[in-house]
């Protein structure tokens, strides 16, 4: 289980959430990566890592150093080859919200991506320098996000076929990307999910990121600086013949604007849905992310006979999104209760979601659903 970030974001229950609902259920070491403003304390004396994230523990490995500053991001851009190339092109392109993968160097301020790719590649080293000392390597790798919540225990690897990379499944409108906040991958691939930032420094030409010799192995410039990072790691993926599945997405970003308040900025931290989770208000920043993390895992806990089932393209096709894989929730139809609790009654933007499907004794129907409607079981034991 590999964490990174800074320390001092919003780390639910100093990372116990984490613990009960993603660690203890795979059964995995730990490793923190962990990073801290210069304002907060000094790697001397500072307490900040032990209060935030006591409930993580035991940790396998773990490093605690200061937050790369935007100088220094600056810096090691400017010092790529291909990096006059990259503003050239990017000085041409509209960006979404000013957001790119050279944010905070290039684009928004306020947001962190080169930073991400950073701590990933440090969370990753920490990693390898483990695998080394006891002489043996991990078969799969884990990723997320120190502010995640979850709604339920993350889904057993069992049921991730280890020949995909698996993430949660995005309802977003603006999904055209990958969900990067939390993975689940083979050792093979971490090299690439975790070494983005490696990536940048030795695979950037003036043409692009060029991940093989075939065309599909390269990302062209104008793509590279135009895309955010969710849509990077799509083209990422694909450029690197690393194909990917989707489950139901159970565990969700919490909010940040106490991020914001401890001196740290944070994408889009004025976003806040709070819901109630069981016996805590908890609050998240996409609120198509918490909706349905707490819609189906109240499925999954209440309906009889729900289940999580496999569901692979092996034949060379693709699925939703380019998917090779989807970890499906089924549920048998005669749990569900009356059929009109399914049905569309506002006028808001129906979702639709490949994940959950229902499922009788004739057939086995996709559900198309808004991220309100609720089966008749979910009503009943719905936190």
Request: glycine letters at 6%.
């Amino acid at each position: 289980m590999c964490l990174s970030g800074w320390v001092n974001v919003n780390v639910v229950s100093a990372g116990r959430t984490l613990r009960l609902n993603l660690i203890d259920p795979l059964g995995a070491d730990v490793f923190v990566a962990g990073t801290y403003l210069h304002s907060e304390c000094t790697a001397e004396h500072c307490e900040l890592f032990h209060q935030q994230l006591h409930g993580l523990e035991p940790i396998t490995r773990k490093s605690f150093r200061p937050m790369v500053t935007t100088s220094e991001l600056l810096r090691s851009m400017q010092a790529l080859p291909p990096w006059p190339r990259v503003l050239a092109v990017s000085a041409t392109q509209y960006r979404y919200r000013n957001l790119s993968i050279f944010t905070p160097v290039l684009g928004n301020s306020q947001a962190n991506v080169l930073r991400e790719f950073w701590d990933y590649q440090q969370v990753l080293d920490l990693m390898t320098q483990h695998e080394q000392s006891i002489r043996a390597r991990y078969a799969r790798v884990v990723f997320s996000r120190l502010e995640m919540d979850w709604a339920a225990p993350h889904p057993p690897l069992h049921l991730l076929a280890p020949q995909l990379l698996w993430l949660p499944w995005s309802n977003s409108r603006y999904a055209t990307g990958l969900n990067d906040r939390h993975a689940v991958m083979a050792r093979e691939h971490a090299e690439v999910y975790f070494g983005r930032w490696r990536l940048l420094h030795t695979h950037l030409t003036p043409e692009g990121l060029r991940m093989g010799p075939a065309r599909s192995n390269l990302i062209p410039m104008g793509s590279l600086t135009y895309v955010g990072p969710e849509v990077f790691l799509k083209l990422l993926l694909f450029a690197a013949n690393i194909s990917f599945g989707f489950f139901s997405p159970l565990g969700f970003v919490s909010c940040c604007g106490l991020a914001v308040r401890r001196g740290g900025t944070c994408w889009q931290y004025a976003l806040c849905r709070k819901a109630q989770l069981g016996n805590r208000t908890a609050g998240a920043r996409y609120p198509d992310e918490l909706n349905m993390a707490i819609h189906d895992a109240a499925l999954l806990r209440a309906c009889p006979g729900a289940a999580l089932q496999p569901k692979l393209f092996l034949d060379g096709t693709r699925g939703p999104r380019g998917a090779s894989g989807l970890l499906q929730l089924v549920i048998p139809a005669d749990s569900l209760g009356d059929e009109h609790v399914w049905r569309n009654r506002t006028q808001r933007r129906v979702q639709t979601s490949p994940l959950l499907v229902i499922r009788n004794s004739t057939s086995t129907t996709t559900l198309l659903m808004s991220t309100q409607q609720m089966s008749s079981c979910a009503l009943a034991h719905s936190p």
